[in-house]
Structures are given as C-alpha cells and as structure tokens.
C-alpha cells in the first residue's frame, strides 16, 4: 500500500480490486472484495470512478486493493493518512486480522498509537536507526511507544 498516488483516477474501486486481485492471480477474490467494500464503508463510491474520491477515501481503497489477494506479506506505508477514526479503527483491526491469518506486516507511520500493533518497532530519525526493538519490551520498560520514542530517538 503506497502512501500516495496508490489510485487510478478513471477506475472505479470495484475495478480496482479486480484489477489488484488479478495481478496477483487470486481466486475467489469476489467475496473478499465485497467483504472489504463494506467495511472500509466504500458501498457509496465504489461504482464511482476513484478520481471522484476523498483523500481519505482513496486511502481506504488502497487498503483494501492491498488486501483483497490476501498476500502473505503486507508493505503497508502510511494507510492512516487523511482516514477518519472510525476507518483508523477498521484498518487496524484488517491489519491485525492479517497477522492472525500468517501474513507478515510491515507497516510504517507517524502515529505511534498505531504501532502498538506491531511485535517489533524501529525508529528512523535524523539517518539514524534505532531498532528493532520489541515493542512489548518498549511499553514495559518506558510505559508509551511515544516515551521510548523519545528515549530512542535521542539517545
């Protein structure tokens, strides 16, 4: 899932599942697809061409063109971005449905909450890295990600 610019303009976002679960030659993708249409909340707009979306829209089909071949590896970047809380819950939650299901997610955002979903965190700031680091290790000893963070980020 790219943090932009993931999004055809003159396709809708059916096609644009079909279009992602064919490149990745999945089967029985149909179902999948409808599944994620309903709860990423795109029934409105998913006969609509995507130029013809919201930001946080086009972030949401993103998600879901990222998941509908359910791949056994996610490179997610930023699917926060521009979403509203509710659908920050709900790609929260696919995210952590698609750990459950043996897919390895790599994941990278500014929004620290969010990366409490994560086993292990690394920090990149200033051409610095610090990790990886195991984010249960992180919480006991520092209380918050955004306290290690803070430990890690300036050592």
């Given amino acids: 899932m790219p943090d932009t610019r993931g999004v055809f303009p003159r396709l809708t976002g059916g096609e644009h599942l079909e279009l992602a679960a064919r490149l990745h030659e999945a089967s029985d993708w149909e179902g999948r697809a409808a599944d994620l249409i309903d709860r990423l909340a795109l029934e409105e707009v998913a006969d609509l061409p995507a130029g013809a979306y919201s930001h946080g829209q086009s972030r949401r089909l993103s998600m879901a063109m990222a998941l509908v071949a359910a791949p056994p590896l996610l490179l997610v970047d930023e699917p926060f971005d521009g979403v509203d809380p509710d659908g920050v819950d709900t790609i929260t939650e696919l995210l952590i449905e698609a750990r459950a299901a043996g897919a390895a997610v790599v994941l990278t955002t500014h929004l620290l ?23 249960q290790d992180l ?6 990600l955004k306290a290690a963070w803070s430990r890690l980020a300036n050592p």
Wanted: proline content about 7%; aromatic content about 4%; hydrophobic content about 40%.
């Fill in 139 to 144: 919480l006991r000893e520092h209380g918050t």
């Fill in 113 to 135: 909450d969010a990366a409490v979903i994560a086993d292990d965190v690394a920090v990149f700031q200033h051409h610095h890295l610090s990790g990886p680091h195991p984010t």
